[in-house]
């Protein structure tokens, strides 16, 4: 116990973890259906804390090797780093894999297998997306050679469908999972033919690991970003708004009665820029607003905003009421992108659902 | 000397420090013209360094208490708090006015100055933008008598044309700095006329700074965002390319030839989500691109990007071709809004103009 959500000078970010505990059981328990395992990607909340909750000292994924490291130091044994990687981070690949620690990293070009000479997984593109070679791609095979070639293995294949992200119904989001599912397992399929093992195949996103439905074939299932969820994925139908497990707490600061404002004194520097919504049937501006307490404004959005200003409005064409909300009044504002919200901070507050109490402060890893 | 921009591991920031100095000198001596001091917003670098090139020790503007603090650790006296501020960040404000330090807060309504006891800016609006009362709005006098009532002092009026970073050409920029000049004169002539003695009367924007020819009244002004300069600013004509003195450095990590991509592992946490000129005449997407040693390549641009991943690609319609760029190639990306991609790190690589020899790492103030 670290006091209230009414003490911290604002802005900050609160982190309800009943939230996060019914986020991952679900998650869980659907691939549990599906015979295959998590390994979760820890970018979104880059925190040990959060990490334990889904699945402590498990599989993970990390976005950057101050991840690695940090996630090493906790104990953690099994790690991807699933950005192509450049050359000039193997050393600190080769020092954290000498400390007994099993780093894979993840490419896409003979260029990079031809100097791996660590286990790595081969990026394979199911939609376009990013990086990652087709499964039918010669490379595919040549690719594994080098890597076999430098000393290294190839642990597995990996495809993300990065396309899921502006899918719009459970339909298409069940044709992305089973896509990137068929993607992948053809790549192996192709490797395995080639003579080199491909034990792990991994797929994910957060939104085609939720509605895949057949994963034969596969092993492992990444996501990352089911362990907050934000209001991208409300959008896309992955969860509700219920489910949303990080906030910003802001401070109202001021009122333009003229033009419909609340002033809070959370800018873009607390949110993030992201406007990942705007292309979405709903645009949420940057976020959503809730009191302290959690309950939602009707229709009250985070419309607009400077480094450290944010103005708040009722969405245009609705009938709601600007509630009244003087100097001094704390809100929460629900994050349209969780991973871009929490990357502008440094430390979690974490409460339990509906309640003020601060029972940790949880830090973030920070940096590359 | 602190090795080469060859050696960090990438994403990373590069400033050119004599950039910086070119950018300082060019308004300082424009502002002297004008018989106007600057009080530099450090919200943009963030660092007691680069405020060091622009005046050492000189009067300030903040965007949070944390620069406040640092800068008075640093030995800063003259600081001005410039976000309305919240009443519980006032034991805060107080400390640092116990520590002999000069901090002003900003305010522009009766609830805030009726708590606030220390002296005190009143926000005044010119534009619509953000915050702040119409000069010839009766709150006007209210607040300052609220002000004087509970022990605080009117210290100045402050406008900020946030209508500025969306002009365009220099003629709509003159009419938003006179406009700028004319409603922060009018507001204090008000005040003065009420018996409140008003000795500053502050004005600023980057954009307003550099086009103002007539600051009679005025006694000075505030801008951060020239130390850097960002493709913003570019846009809209207040610098040009070769004046940027912020870039991000990123590494080379794959090619997707089929879309005319080439991928570096320098996504949006390295150079925020701010997509601000897609509303300028010339979109820039996430920013141009350079190579190490500063010249920018013909049309690339960062064109897309996810977390860890920017995609850069030859503009739409540009005949230019996509250069050779292999595996572990570093280049930089030059900002959208220096601002938020700054925001997006914890230090400064120092190097001087065209060279690659980091000469110093500059740390940045973090959070709240």
Request: proline share 5%; net charge negative.
């Amino acid at each position: 116990m670290t006091g209230s959500l009414d003490d911290p000078s604002t802005p900050f970010l609160a982190l309800e973890r009943g939230r996060v505990e019914a986020n991952a059981r679900r998650l869980r328990a659907h691939l549990e259906r599906l015979g295959v395992s998590l390994r979760q990607h820890v970018k979104t909340a880059k925190s040990v804390e959060v990490a334990g909750i889904v699945e402590p000292g498990g599989a993970i994924t990390v976005s950057t090797l101050a991840e690695a490291e940090a996630f090493a130091d906790a104990g953690y044994r099994d790690i991807l780093y699933a950005v192509g990687i450049a050359p000039h981070k193997l050393p600190r690949v080769r020092a954290l894999r000498e400390r007994g620690v099993d780093l894979t990293v993840l490419l896409d070009s003979v260029e990079q297998a031809a100097v791996a000479g660590v286990p790595a997984f081969i990026e394979v593109d199911c939609d376009g997306h990013r990086g990652g070679v087709h499964p039918d791609d010669p490379a595919l095979v040549d690719i594994a050679a080098a890597l076999e070639a430098s000393g290294g293995q190839v642990r597995g294949v990996l495809v993300h469908a990065g396309e899921s992200y502006f899918a719009d119904g459970d339909e298409q989001l069940r044709a992305a999972a089973q896509h990137e599912r068929d993607v992948a397992v053809r790549a192996a399929e192709v490797l395995r033919a080639a003579g080199f093992a491909t034990p792990v195949v991994s797929v994910g996103s957060t939104p085609t690991a939720h509605f895949a439905t057949d994963l034969r074939g596969v092993t492992e299932v990444r996501a990352g970003n089911f362990v907050f969820f934000d209001l991208v994925m409300a959008g896309i139908g992955v969860c509700s708004h219920a489910d949303l497990a990080l906030s910003v707490v802001v401070t109202v600061i001021g009122h333009q009665p003229g033009k419909g404002w609340i002033l809070t004194d959370g800018g873009w520097m607390a949110t993030s820029r992201d406007r990942g919504t705007s292309r979405q049937r709903v645009d949420q501006g940057y976020g959503l607003v809730a009191d302290l307490d959690g309950v939602l404004f009707d229709d009250l959005v985070m419309a607009d905003t400077s480094q450290e200003h944010g103005m708040l409005a009722i969405r245009p064409g609705s009938a709601a009421r600007l509630p009244e909300l003087p100097v001094g009044a704390r809100v929460r504002v629900l994050p349209i992108h969780a991973c871009a919200t929490a990357g502008q901070h440094d430390a979690y507050h974490v409460v339990e659902p509906g309640s003020r109490i601060v029972e940790a402060v949880w830090p973030r890893v920070r940096g590359w």
